[in-house]
């Protein structure tokens, strides 16, 4: 098995690890999870944390063939179209994102110019579907449960998993969102824990558990089976299903769910201009 090369950035303010994977046998590589840096009080975007992206993979010499989506994230906005400007490379998601698309774009009431057909990405993946970065085979999980969208990318002996789990001693994914459900994410972490004990495991997200006090990006199934807080070895799907709805119940709205959505379901594109030039980001009231 080649064994990808991995390099993970990190930004704090959302707590979002984006990664470039690299064939090591050929200057190929691949763009997840990137972000767009966003002012929320200010409504202004900046590049600083995709330009670092940008740096290091011009540095090395790569040459980019994907930039990928684990899913439409509720958490930041994805830098994936300045990234595809500066670097090329194709855009891929999973194909569930038409469903997204369908619901988020009646709750921001988008209209009918805005697709709900998934077109805005070059590749819908569904499960089992391969990519090829360089010499490197990817393939597809669909692992829904957080978004009906979720995907695990498998690269050689690396997975990424999204938001479906984070670090053993944090646990899991919500599932309230629309279209999530905490028995289909039981199930979908039961794919996941089903690869080779010794598959390495990278987060899209770490928030620092009680008592850690640096960040972690990655661990394996291993200890994923034996130590998840939330799914270890041993905790039934009945046990998961109960524990989940009611921590659910508990959390608060992502502090930047309303511009990531809108953005995200467009593959990173803001919305379109109003007729004096300006691009708006709605803020539908009581909906969430």
């Given at each position: 098995?080649?064994?990808?090369?991995?390099?993970?950035?990190?930004?704090?303010?959302?707590?979002?690890?984006?990664?470039?994977?690299?064939?090591?046998?050929?200057?190929?590589?691949?763009?997840?999870?990137?972000?767009?840096?966003?002012?929320?009080?200010?409504?202004?975007?900046?590049?600083?944390?995709?330009?670092?992206?940008?740096?290091?993979?011009?540095?090395?010499?790569?040459?980019?063939?994907?930039?990928?989506?684990?899913?439409?994230?509720?958490?930041?906005?994805?830098?994936?179209?300045?990234?595809?400007?500066?670097?090329?490379?194709?855009?891929g998601i999973g194909a569930n994102i038409t469903v997204v698309q369908e619901v988020f774009g009646k709750a921001f009431n988008a209209g009918t110019?805005?697709?709900?057909?998934?077109?805005?990405?070059?590749?819908?993946?569904?499960?089992?579907?391969?990519?090829?970065?360089?010499?490197?085979?990817?393939?597809?999980?669909?692992?829904?449960?957080?978004?009906?969208?979720?995907?695990?990318?498998?690269?050689?002996?690396?997975?990424?998993?999204?938001?479906?789990?984070?670090?053993?001693?944090?646990?899991?994914?919500?599932?309230?969102?629309?279209?999530?459900?905490?028995?289909?994410?039981?199930?979908?972490?039961?794919?996941?824990?089903?690869?080779?004990?010794?598959?390495?495991?990278?987060?899209?997200?770490?928030?620092?558990?009680?008592?850690?006090?640096?960040?972690?990006?990655?661990?394996?199934?291993?200890?994923?089976?034996?130590?998840?807080?939330?799914?270890?070895?041993?905790?039934?799907?009945?046990?998961?299903?109960?524990?989940?709805?009611?921590?659910?119940?508990?959390?608060?709205?992502?502090r930047l769910i309303i511009p990531s959505v809108q953005v995200n379901m467009r593959a990173g594109e803001m919305p379109p201009a109003d007729d004096n030039g300006q691009v708006y980001l709605k803020v539908p009231i009581n909906t969430f």
């Amino acid at each position: 098995m080649t064994i990808p090369l991995v390099t993970h950035f990190f930004d704090e303010p959302t707590n979002t690890f984006s990664y470039v994977v690299q064939d090591p046998n050929s200057q190929a590589c691949a763009i997840l999870d990137s972000v767009l840096d966003f002012d929320y009080a200010a409504g202004r975007t900046d590049v600083r944390s995709a330009d670092e992206i940008i740096a290091f993979v011009r540095e090395h010499d790569l040459a980019v063939e994907w930039i990928l989506e684990t899913h439409v994230h509720a958490d930041h906005l994805s830098a994936a179209p300045y990234l595809h400007e500066k670097l090329g490379g194709k855009t891929g998601i999973g194909a569930n994102i038409t469903v997204v698309q369908e619901v988020f774009g009646k709750a921001f009431n988008a209209g009918t110019e805005f697709a709900r057909d998934g077109s805005q990405f070059d590749a819908l993946f569904e499960e089992g579907d391969r990519f090829h970065i360089g010499g490197l085979e990817g393939r597809v999980l669909h692992t829904p449960g957080h978004t009906p969208a979720c995907l695990t990318y498998v690269i050689g002996d690396a997975a990424f998993v999204g938001d479906t789990l984070f670090m053993p001693d944090y646990g899991t994914a919500r599932c309230d969102f629309p279209g999530g459900d905490a028995r289909t994410l039981y199930r979908s972490i039961q794919k996941v824990l089903a690869l080779p004990g010794s598959t390495r495991l990278f987060m899209c997200h770490d928030y620092k558990a009680p008592e850690r006090d640096i960040y972690q990006h990655e661990t394996t199934v291993t200890e994923q089976r034996a130590a998840n807080v939330h799914v270890r070895n041993g905790i039934s799907e009945e046990d998961f299903v109960t524990m989940r709805s009611e921590r659910d119940a508990t959390l608060g709205m992502p502090r930047l769910i309303i511009p990531s959505v809108q953005v995200n379901m467009r593959a990173g594109e803001m919305p379109p201009a109003d007729d004096n030039g300006q691009v708006y980001l709605k803020v539908p009231i009581n909906t969430f």
